[in-house]
């Protein structure tokens, strides 16, 4: 008995290392990382295929934790989703730090998924060191609200859907160059109107409190045929001209829809053609055409770059031609002072 007792005493601090090792183990394996790579304290992370993924994330927080990795971390939850607006071209993150029944939540945009990726990992990290050094749900306390990092808008918010906010930062990508095809109607170019079509080039500035945009559009319009002198004589007018349009308002500074007081102003030629058994030969005369215009315009961006508008301007031509027939020197047409222009457009945005 005595050999026994003295066997006992022996094996007494092997038993001893054998129950602290095993407790050890059973804490590292709380704290090994799921299947797919990511850690157990993340149990939630969606991100649109530019950002980090899952593990990325993760490497980011341990790599900014101030305490020990996995110290508490069984108590602490965090959930992650990440979206991208279009319009304005910003990335949204929402992120959510569980303790036990204590819950915080803070969202965060930026210009580019990695600046909002990096400070929700920052948010991430300071709930994680706060919940390992409060002893998480077992001590009765909840991670800190941690403040987001500077260059960061947050606020409190729902995880479903993370809502982008505007980024006061200009961006490279706030200079903006579109194409497109343009539809024109001129109430000063013909009797009634003259109707044709044309291209523009466009370039926007997205950025401060103006946003101006600058158009440059070419187009050719006509006119159907006016019947003179009992139908034995016929006038039609054609239009040649450029357009340049500067848009220097928008309303509202963000969304899918803007509204837009315009400058206009306009220079090509104008001609006008007459024949008929009355016209004694069919003549063509040409002059120059120049006008300057107020007008407001409608932009609506459907879907990615697509965009579609729509304006109406007043329009007071600064040459006032006019076109008579003979015999009788009757008058076809003379350029109103005053009168409209309205146009449509269908075009992408770069």
Not at 134 to 162: C, F, I, N, Q, V
Not at 188 to 203: F, K, Q, V, W
């Amino acid at each position: 008995m005595a050999r026994a007792r003295r066997w006992d005493r022996a094996r007494w601090p092997f038993s001893a290392f054998v129950l602290v090792a095993s407790a050890g183990a059973v804490r590292l394996a709380r704290a090994e990382p799921s299947q797919n790579g990511a850690p157990g304290w993340l149990t939630g992370y969606r991100a649109p295929a530019a950002c980090p993924d899952e593990r990325a994330f993760s490497g980011a927080v341990e790599h900014r934790r101030t305490g020990p990795a996995a110290a508490g971390d069984e108590h602490i939850r965090v959930r992650v989703e990440i979206a991208r607006a279009p319009e304005p071209e910003v990335y949204s993150g929402v992120i959510e730090v569980s303790d036990g029944p204590e819950r915080t939540r803070r969202e965060v945009a930026g210009a580019a998924c990695a600046e909002v990726t990096e400070a929700l990992s920052l948010i991430a990290a300071m709930g994680l060191d706060a919940g390992a050094r409060s002893g998480g749900a077992e001590s009765g306390t909840s991670a800190a609200d941690p403040p987001a990092p500077p260059y960061a808008a947050a606020r409190e918010g729902s995880l479903d859907p993370p809502r982008a906010a505007p980024v006061g930062a200009d961006t490279p990508e706030d200079l903006v160059f579109g194409l497109g095809a343009l539809a024109v109607a001129h109430g000063a170019a013909a009797p009634g109107a003259a109707i044709g079509m044309g291209g523009a080039l466009a370039l926007e500035w997205r950025a401060g409190s103006w946003q101006p945009a600058l158009s440059l559009s070419a187009f050719r319009a006509s006119s159907g045929d006016m019947l003179l002198a009992g139908g034995a004589a016929r006038a039609r007018f054609e239009l040649l001209a450029g357009a340049a349009q500067l848009c220097p308002l928008r309303f509202p500074l963000h969304g899918r829809w803007a509204l837009r007081p315009c400058l206009e102003l306009e220079l090509g030629q104008l001609s006008g053609t007459s024949s008929g058994s009355a016209v004694r030969g069919a003549t063509t005369r040409s002059g120059l055409w120049s006008s300057g215009g107020l007008g407001v315009r409608g932009d609506a961006d459907l879907w990615g770059p697509l965009r579609v508008s729509a304006g109406v301007a007043a329009v007071a031509p600064l040459g006032r031609h006019e076109y008579t027939f003979s015999p009788g020197a009757t008058t076809a047409f003379q350029v109103p002072a005053l009168d409209w222009r309205a146009t449509g457009l269908v075009g992408v945005f770069f």
